[in-house]
T-cell receptor, first 111, second 113 residues
Framework: GESVGLHLPTLSVQEGDNSIINCAYSNSASDYFIWYKQESGKGPQFIIDIRSNMDKRQGQRVTVLLNKTVKHLSLQIAATQPGDSAVYFCAENSGANNLFFGTGTRLTVIP | EPEVTQTPSHQVTQMGQEVILRCVPISNHLYFYWYRQILGQKVEFLVSFYNNEISEKSEIFDDQFSVERPDGSNFTLKIRSTKLEDSAMYFC???????????FGNGTRLTVT
């Protein structure tokens, strides 16, 4: 079955530094990937997505990189702010119209 | 910005009781989902729903679970006879198209005692 996992469960960064959150996936048939942010007591919030025909996509302060060769996904957050502190999940869709979530990385921004 | 709303925010029930969790998806969305998250764990897929029928369901979604779209705005998840291990956050989500971002509600915390 599909497996989406994260290399590190926690990440601490200084305010203003860049953050990189990594994610590995195992289903080579997955063609759509999403990063979500989850704050305490709230539902997952969409950050950015990427389809398998791309290897990079940029949003406001965020960039997602997709390496299909090694089945690796990363989320880069530029100039990390205290409001970025949350748990970040990657999720993959292999075409079955459901998302499989990874275990999450807790990002803590140190002021 | 339109959002998915869920009620109640917290539901406490006794083991063996039936619960219904309610969701109002974003109005122009056609695809609806339920996910759950046991405390401290990842978000797990339960079921997807389109055109008044289940599209996909996971192993978690057994005969004790059912979903319904009783009218043009609500989407419900029913658990017929709750078990202790059903205690979790239940998230409803909706999307406009397949393979497009899912928008999640803030969840219902279900506690089974």
């Amino acid at each position: 079955g599909e497996s989406v996992g994260l290399h590190l469960p926690t990440l601490s960064v200084q305010e203003g530094d860049n953050s990189i959150i990594n994610c590995a996936y195992s289903n080579s048939a997955s063609d759509y990937f999403i990063w979500y942010k989850q704050e305490s007591g709230k539902g997952p919030q969409f950050i950015i997505d990427i389809r398998s025909n791309m290897d990079k996509r940029q949003g406001q302060r965020v960039t997602v990189l997709l390496n299909k060769t090694v089945k690796h996904l990363s989320l880069q957050i530029a100039a990390t702010q205290p409001g970025d502190s949350a748990v970040y999940f990657c999720a993959e869709n292999s075409g079955a119209n459901n998302l499989f979530f990874g275990t999450g990385t807790r990002l803590t921004v140190i002021p | 910005e339109p959002e998915v709303t869920q009620t109640p925010s917290h539901q406490v029930t006794q083991m063996g009781q039936e619960v219904i969790l309610r969701c109002v998806p974003i109005s122009n969305h056609l695809y609806f989902y339920w996910y759950r998250q046991i405390l401290g764990q990842k978000v797990e897929f339960l079921v997807s729903f389109y055109n008044n029928e289940i599209s996909e369901k996971s192993e978690i979604f057994d005969d004790q679970f059912s979903v319904e779209r009783p009218d043009g705005s609500n989407f419900t998840l029913k658990i017929r006879s709750t078990k202790l291990e059903d205690s979790a956050m239940y998230f409803c989500a909706s999307s406009e198209f397949p393979n497009s971002p899912l928008h999640f509600g803030n969840g219902t915390r279900l506690t089974v005692t």
